[in-house]
C-alpha cells in the first residue's frame, strides 16, 4: 500500500503534530502515513494525537537520529 | 430532546484549562479542545534539544489534558499571525516582552472565527478573576470578551459566578449553579477540584507557559531587534534565541555559542545559514555569527570561542571558520580569558 511521507525533520514539537494534523486531515480512511521526525518527543506526541482523534499507531521506531511514526487515518 | 450544544475550550495544558473543560463537559456539553502555537510555547523544546534530556522527552501538556478529558484536539500554528500581537500590542508589553492581554484577545478571537466556521456554541477558558496581574483581572476580563468579538459567547467556569451572565448560562446550555466563583492568585481551590475529578497527574500549576513572560529571553530578542533595526522575526531566529549561550561583542555581530553536545547538534542544522566555527585542535563548541563581522571581529569571535573550549587554558588554539560561501579558513587563537569577556556581551 502506498505511504504518505511527512518530513518533519529538525522541527520541534508540535511542528510534527501539526503537519500530521493538517495533512490527514487531507487523507482517505485507511491511508497510511509516516511521519520522519527528529524531535524524540514525537513518539510520544503523534501517538496522543492520533489515540484522541480516533487514529491507529501501527509502528514506532527510531533510526539513529530518525524517530519515525506511521499511523492509518480513522474513520472521522 | 433539547439540542447537543458544543463548546470550544482553549486548552493550554496547564490545570486552569483542564479545570475548566471538564467542568463543562460534565454538565453534558460536547467539548472539543484548541490549542494555539505561536513559536513561543515553552513546552519541551530545550528539553528536546539538551542531549541530557532527550532519552526522556517531555510530553506535550496540551495533548495529555486532552486525552485525560477524552477530547479531541485541534493545534492551530499562528507563527505568522501572532507576530502582529508581539510587534505591536494595543495594550502594551508585561514586565518582559509578553503581551498578555493582547494574546489572550488574540487567541480568544481565533477560537471565535473557528466556533462560527464550525458550528459550535460557545467558548471556554481556564482564566481566574485576579490570577494574573495583566490579561485576568477584574477590569480587563471584559475587555477579553469585548475586544475578541466572543462577547456573551465567553464562559470562564472556574470564576463564572464574579462575572455577568453569559449567553449559555441564560439559555440554560450550562447550569450556573454548577460553575465556580474563583478568584485571586491562590491555587487551593483549583487543586482542591482537580482532586475532587480525581485529577492527580497535571503540569505544575500557575506555570508560565510562554518564553516571553522570561527576562532573559525578552532580553535577547529585544537585542535582536535592536540588531537589526527592524521589529521582525523568523521562526529560526526565535528558536535560536532558545539555544545555547549568545554574546554580542559588537553592534554588527553576535555568536550563539552550544554549551553542550545536544546544542551543538541542533547548532549544526543551521551551519549554512550562518558563518560558524568549530575548534579543531580542543574539544569544543559549535558556534554560529549573526551578523556583519569585520575581519578583526572573526579574530575576536574564534577567541571568544576558544575561551569556551577545553583548551581555554592553552597557548593557542586551532578553530575552522567556515563562510556563507562554505569556504573554510583557519585560525590559531590565544583563547581569551574570563577578566576579557565583559559582562554585557553575555545576552
Not at chain 1, 45 to 73: F, M, Y
Not at chain 2, 187 to 199: D, H, N, V
Request: charged share 25%.
Amino acid at each position: 500500500m502506498n505511504r504518505v511521507i511527512i518530513d518533519a525533520r529538525r522541527l520541534l514539537c508540535p511542528m510534527p503534530v501539526i503537519l500530521v494534523q493538517n495533512r490527514v486531515a487531507e487523507l482517505r480512511p485507511g491511508t497510511l502515513v509516516e511521519a520522519v521526525c527528529t524531535d524524540p518527543g514525537a513518539l510520544n506526541d503523534i501517538p496522543a494525537w492520533c489515540r484522541i482523534n480516533g487514529h491507529k499507531v501501527r509502528e514506532t521506531r527510531s533510526q539513529g537520529d530518525e524517530h519515525i511514526v506511521v499511523l492509518e487515518v480513522g474513520e472521522e | 430532546m433539547s439540542k447537543q450544544r458544543k463548546a470550544i475550550a482553549l486548552i493550554s495544558g496547564g490545570l486552569d484549562s483542564l479545570l475548566a473543560a471538564k467542568v463543562v463537559q460534565a454538565q453534558g456539553v460536547q467539548v472539543e479542545g484548541i490549542n494555539f502555537f505561536t513559536g513561543f510555547c515553552v513546552e519541551g523544546h530545550t528539553h528536546a534539544i539538551r542531549k541530557k534530556d532527550r532519552a526522556k522527552p517531555k510530553r506535550n501538556n496540551a495533548l495529555w489534558v486532552a486525552e485525560q478529558l477524552g477530547i479531541k484536539l485541534h493545534i492551530v500554528d499562528i507563527v505568522e499571525e501572532y507576530k502582529a500581537v508581539v510587534f505591536n500590542p494595543k495594550h502594551g508589553y508585561g514586565a518582559n516582552l509578553n503581551p498578555c492581554l493582547d494574546c489572550k484577545i488574540f487567541m480568544v478571537r481565533k477560537a471565535h472565527e473557528w466556533i462560527l466556521e464550525q458550528g459550535f456554541d460557545f467558548i471556554v477558558t481556564g482564566e481566574v478573576v485576579g490570577q494574573r496581574p495583566m490579561s485576568q483581572r477584574r477590569d480587563t476580563m471584559p475587555v477579553v470578551s469585548r475586544e475578541s468579538g466572543s462577547d456573551d459567547l465567553l464562559l470562564r467556569p472556574l470564576c463564572a459566578k464574579n462575572l455577568p451572565l453569559t449567553r449559555p448560562e441564560r439559555e440554560g446550555w450550562v447550569n450556573r449553579e454548577k460553575l465556580f466563583g474563583f478568584s485571586g492568585r491562590s491555587r487551593k481551590p483549583q487543586m482542591e477540584l482537580a482532586r475532587s475529578f480525581g485529577f492527580k497527574d497535571y503540569a505544575q500549576p500557575a506555570g508560565g507557559c510562554c518564553f516571553l513572560t522570561d527576562a532573559q529571553y525578552s532580553a535577547k530578542l529585544a537585542d535582536l531587534w535592536r540588531a537589526r533595526g527592524t521589529k521582525n522575526y523568523e521562526m529560526d531566529d526565535i528558536m535560536l534565541l532558545k539555544v545555547g549561550r549568545h554574546l554580542r561583542p559588537g553592534p554588527n555581530f553576535k555568536l550563539i555559542v552550544s554549551r553542550e553536545e545536544g546544542e551543538g547538534n541542533f547548532l549544526q542544522g543551521y551551519r549554512k545559514q550562518f558563518i560558524h566555527l568549530k575548534t579543531l585542535s580542543h574539544p569544543g563548541p559549535l558556534a554560529l555569527i549573526d551578523g556583519d563581522p569585520s575581519e578583526p571581529d572573526l579574530e575576536l569571535a574564534a577567541r571568544l570561542v576558544a575561551r569556551f573550549s577545553q583548551g581555554r587554558d592553552s597557548e593557542r588554539v586551532e578553530l575552522e571558520l567556515t563562510d556563507l560561501g562554505g569556504n573554510h579558513r583557519r585560525y590559531a587563537v590565544k583563547p581569551l580569558s574570563a577578566e576579557e569577556i565583559p559582562a554585557e556581551w553575555y545576552l
